[in-house]
């Protein structure tokens, strides 16, 4: 890391950077002590994955109806959301007018009962609408179909063989994980996962995420509207030029990953302009690293 970098990432709010290029010594820079932090954002990434899981046990397809899965709620649901499905809840392309997100206030009895009974703005798969809402549904299919609540899930398959030891995840009054937001991890620990995607699911030789479905995340990435490097959004990630892909949280909670370059670039920190943040990621660092 040279010194233009960490000189932006000081002026930026950075807490701490970890960089993991593969066939190379890690390189780290704190700015403050590595202590676990809110990944907003980041956390619909482990949702996705855990996702991708419990697909893999067989326990559920991505294009299975969400009311399948929750046939009590049909009476409550909106016209048009028999046809949303969890692709369409981890794409962002439900077609909801529902918008939450962690830091909100949950006035509704059940959260969930208040998502599928918001009516829809657009048919399920056409339009992408970004909020916090499809993912906490998705944990809740996981509860369903696992027995498990989704940080218990993800505790026996991801966290524990990262040696991520009880880390915390907000949850909604009814207890259940938030799956959008409020997980909190350290940069490294972060680091640990984002290489674990690197390697297409394998960590220390154990096959833990199956290496199509993480191929998945980026394979047929949807259109957002949005401008630079928010134009198209995968399963939970968001997708760049040249086969990059990032987790993203706010405030410059960063996990990039380039398969090209071997390498991934992991950040967390209180960043009011957190696209500044992003672009010095990639102008300052990833762009330095040579391809092999």
């Not at 010594?25 to 202590?35: G, K, T």
């Amino acid at each position: 890391m040279d010194d233009d970098f960490i000189q932006a990432a000081r002026d930026l709010g950075v807490y701490g950077i970890h960089v993991h290029r593969e066939g190379h010594e890690p390189l780290s820079h704190r700015f403050r002590s590595d202590d676990r932090v809110n990944l907003y954002s980041v956390a619909k990434t482990f949702t996705s994955v855990a996702l991708g899981l419990a697909a893999a046990d067989g326990r559920l397809t991505l294009d299975d109806l969400l009311l399948d899965h929750l046939p009590e709620l049909r009476p409550l649901a909106a016209d048009g959301f028999e046809r949303v499905t969890l692709r369409h809840l981890v794409t962002m392309t439900s077609g909801t007018s529902h918008e939450w997100f962690a830091d909100e206030r949950i006035d509704a009895a059940d959260l969930l009962h208040e998502i599928v009974a918001a009516p829809l703005t657009a048919e399920p798969g056409s339009v992408f609408r970004y909020t916090g809402s499809g993912p906490y549904a998705i944990g809740r299919v996981i509860a369903r179909v696992t027995g498990a609540d989704l940080r218990s899930f993800l505790t026996a398959r991801i966290f524990r063989p990262l040696d991520l030891h009880n880390p915390a995840w907000h949850t909604c009054p009814l207890g259940h994980p938030f799956a959008e937001s409020d997980l909190f991890l350290r940069t490294e620990e972060l680091s640990r996962f984002a290489r674990l995607l690197l390697n297409e699911g394998l960590w220390e030789g154990r096959r833990l995420i199956p290496a199509d479905y993480v191929r998945s995340l980026t394979a047929a990435p949807v259109t957002t509207g949005h401008d630079g490097r928010f134009t198209t959004y995968g399963l939970g990630v968001w997708c760049e030029p040249g086969g990059i892909y990032r987790m993203d949280g706010r405030y410059g909670q960063y996990a990039v990953i380039d398969p090209a370059r071997r390498t991934t670039v992991t950040v967390t920190a209180h960043a009011e302009q957190d696209a500044d943040l992003l672009d010095a990621v990639h102008d300052l660092l990833l762009s330095r690293i040579p391809l092999p």
